[in-house]
């Protein structure tokens, strides 16, 4: 049954343009909401419109200043609460703090967690997000969660080039998973890079597990934080004798540091991303790939009580 409740959709200011684009899909107009600054730094925010009684639905990601986007976030959340919104729901395309989902080392905390709990208790009754680093991470939180896929955006983008003799590869084993549904998506095999990470942001690639000699390689991973991974990875695919082009796909272009300047030298023939984040600085051979349809379609199915499989597939 479609739902009466009327439709907001109001942005932060992590991402206007992606909310913006949304709307447009959604044919309903970008709701303005009210964000300044206080003078000592503290975080003002409020709807400018009533929501009472409306499905409001909040576009937030989470950029390089990611602290600053969440607590914009979590004040929003409480202005609509307070508000009387019936039903709150965020858009946050990139889930910040999502690979701190566990405990690897002694006295670690769960931040992903931590950042589940903070959102629920801020007021949202439901999260869309897009490749969270680990699917188990839905489980921290106490409502719904749409996780998005994007293998079906990039598979289309691929499928359009044609490319002969390819070969997908994970650049850690963690992401095998999600690279072999990428694959099967494109008819390419496999093939697996194995890493080990001596620290934070670090990573040292050991050897490549899979047939890559003479092939068309596409490096496909989740994120792209400072590319150091991905980096090291075109160096040892070189190595391992694919002498044809390499291409980088991940959903967020995090693009840390020195991650901009690394890609430059890595030699990819496309980097391909999506909009989930503002990407700053552009580079030749950036590709970026829109994910506001997708996000859009999601939210009318939810809206209108409809099957959000049938959006994906």
Same mark, same amino acid.
């Given at each position: 049954?479609?739902?009466?409740l009327?439709?907001?959709?109001?942005?932060g200011s992590s991402h206007?343009e992606?909310?913006k684009?949304i709307?447009?899909? +959604?044919? #309903?107009?970008l /709701?303005e909401m $009210?964000?300044?600054?206080f003078?000592?730094? =503290?975080?003002?925010?409020?709807?400018k419109?009533?929501v009472?009684?409306?499905?409001v639905? #909040?576009? &937030?990601?989470?950029t390089?200043?990611v !602290?600053?986007?969440?607590m914009?976030?979590f %004040?929003?959340?409480?202005s609509l609460k307070?508000?009387?919104a019936?039903?709150?729901?965020?858009?946050m395309?990139?889930?910040?703090?999502?690979? &701190?989902?566990?405990?690897?080392?002694?006295r $670690?905390p769960?931040s992903a967690?931590l950042m589940?709990? +903070?959102?629920?208790?801020?007021?949202?009754?439901? *999260?869309?997000t897009?490749?969270?680093?680990?699917? &188990?991470g839905q489980g921290?939180?106490?409502?719904?969660?749409?996780n998005?896929?994007? !293998?079906? *955006?990039f598979?289309?983008?691929?499928?359009?080039k044609?490319?002969k003799?390819?070969v997908?590869?994970?650049?850690?084993?963690?992401?095998?998973?999600d690279?072999?549904?990428?694959a099967?998506l494109?008819?390419a /095999?496999?093939?697996i890079?194995?890493?080990?990470?001596?620290?934070h !942001?670090k990573s040292?690639v050991?050897h490549v597990?899979?047939?890559v000699e003479?092939?068309?390689? %596409?490096?496909y991973?989740?994120?792209v934080?400072?590319?150091?991974?991905?980096s090291a990875?075109?160096?040892a695919?070189? @190595?391992m004798?694919?002498?044809?082009? %390499?291409? *980088? @796909?991940a959903?967020h @272009?995090v693009?840390?540091?020195?991650a901009?300047e690394?890609?430059e030298?890595?030699?990819f023939?496309e980097?391909?991303?999506?909009?989930?984040?503002?990407v700053?600085?552009?580079?030749?051979?950036?590709?970026? +790939?829109?994910?506001?349809k997708?996000?859009?379609?999601t939210s009318?199915?939810?809206? =209108? @009580?409809?099957?959000v499989t049938?959006?994906?597939?």
């Amino acid at each position: 049954m479609v739902r009466n409740l009327p439709l907001k959709i109001f942005s932060g200011s992590s991402h206007p343009e992606l909310a913006k684009e949304i709307a447009k899909y +959604l044919k #309903v107009p970008l /709701n303005e909401m $009210e964000i300044s600054r206080f003078a000592c730094g =503290e975080i003002y925010a409020k709807p400018k419109d009533t929501v009472r009684g409306c499905d409001v639905f #909040v576009v &937030q990601t989470a950029t390089a200043n990611v !602290n600053e986007d969440l607590m914009e976030l979590f %004040i929003i959340l409480d202005s609509l609460k307070r508000s009387f919104a019936e039903r709150i729901h965020v858009i946050m395309p990139h889930y910040g703090y999502a690979r &701190q989902d566990r405990v690897a080392t002694p006295r $670690e905390p769960i931040s992903a967690k931590l950042m589940a709990d +903070l959102i629920s208790t801020a007021g949202a009754d439901h *999260l869309i997000t897009m490749k969270l680093h680990s699917d &188990q991470g839905q489980g921290f939180f106490n409502f719904s969660v749409d996780n998005l896929n994007t !293998n079906k *955006l990039f598979a289309d983008y691929f499928k359009k080039k044609k490319l002969k003799d390819v070969v997908v590869v994970s650049p850690d084993a963690g992401g095998a998973k999600d690279a072999k549904k990428f694959a099967d998506l494109i008819g390419a /095999n496999l093939a697996i890079i194995h890493k080990s990470r001596p620290a934070h !942001n670090k990573s040292e690639v050991t050897h490549v597990v899979g047939e890559v000699e003479g092939k068309h390689c %596409i490096l496909y991973d989740d994120m792209v934080d400072t590319a150091g991974s991905v980096s090291a990875g075109v160096d040892a695919l070189r @190595a391992m004798g694919a002498n044809k082009d %390499i291409y *980088l @796909a991940a959903t967020h @272009a995090v693009f840390s540091g020195p991650a901009v300047e690394r890609l430059e030298k890595a030699g990819f023939k496309e980097v391909v991303v999506t909009n989930s984040i503002p990407v700053v600085k552009k580079f030749k051979g950036l590709k970026m +790939l829109s994910v506001a349809k997708l996000l859009a379609d999601t939210s009318r199915s939810v809206h =209108e @009580a409809k099957s959000v499989t049938k959006v994906i597939n």
